[in-house]
T-cell receptor, first 116, second 114 residues
């Protein structure tokens, strides 16, 4: 079974609008972490935001926020005021447990295209 | 700091050849990882290491070997290359800050096996 599911292979958004990228996860471990990474066409992996399973508040980093709904097992990324430079692949990833070496399980990604 | 460096950037191998992908980090991170990314897919963990001398298998270890003799270096060895190993390979490192293991990625190695 997929542990991380990103159901949107591709998304379009108009410049300056907000966009939500979906991510659902599956784990029975009470302690886990959720990450979002951006991969531009140049190929590097860029860390965006992190949410711990015990964090009480949704994580925010500049224009990025994570809409964490624990009961629904979802961790959607919200990008506000989209910019042309936001066009990229976006990956949701999960770390299970605290003592397993920090290894990540990735979703298949969502390709975001920002239109001028 | 150079961060995580990988060599080579590109490589074409013939079926049955072997090679080593190099990975070095200068951040004194204990944890290091090798992932592969097939076209249009997310990353899959090949091997990881929690410290010098300690390695363990990830999700897709078959056809690969690793070693970790120093904190800085984590080479990935491909023996008897197969077309199924055509992929982009990423090395990453992290440290534990509370329960967050933010991973720092190298630029990747694009490998083609023909």
């Amino acid at each position: 079974a997929q542990k991380i599911t990103q159901t949107q292979p591709g998304m379009f958004v108009q410049e300056k609008e907000a966009v939500t990228l979906d991510c659902t996860y599956d784990t029975s471990d009470p302690s886990y972490g959720l990450f979002w990474y951006k991969q531009p066409s140049s190929g590097e992996m860029i860390f965006l935001i992190y949410q711990g399973s015990y964090d009480q508040q949704n994580a925010t980093e500049g224009r990025y926020s994570l809409n964490f709904q624990k009961a629904r097992k979802s961790a959607n990324l919200v990008i506000s005021a989209s910019q042309l430079g936001d066009s990229a692949m976006y990956f949701c990833a999960m770390r299970e447990g605290n003592n397993q070496g920090g290894k990540l399980i990735f979703g298949q990604g969502t390709e975001l295209s920002v239109k001028p | 700091n150079a961060g995580v460096t990988q060599t080579p950037k590109f490589r074409i191998l013939k079926i049955g050849q072997s090679m080593t992908l190099q990975c070095t980090q200068d951040m004194n991170h204990n944890y290091m990882y090798w992932y592969r990314q097939d076209p249009g897919m997310g990353l899959k963990l090949i091997y990881y290491s929690v410290g010098a001398g300690i390695t363990d298998k990830g999700e897709v270890p078959n056809g690969y070997n690793v070693s970790r003799s120093t904190t800085e270096d984590f080479p990935l060895r491909l023996e008897l290359a197969a077309p199924s190993q055509t992929s982009v390979y990423f090395c990453a490192s992290s440290y534990r800050l509370r329960e967050v293991y933010e991973q720092y990625f190298g630029p990747g190695t694009r490998l083609t096996v023909t």
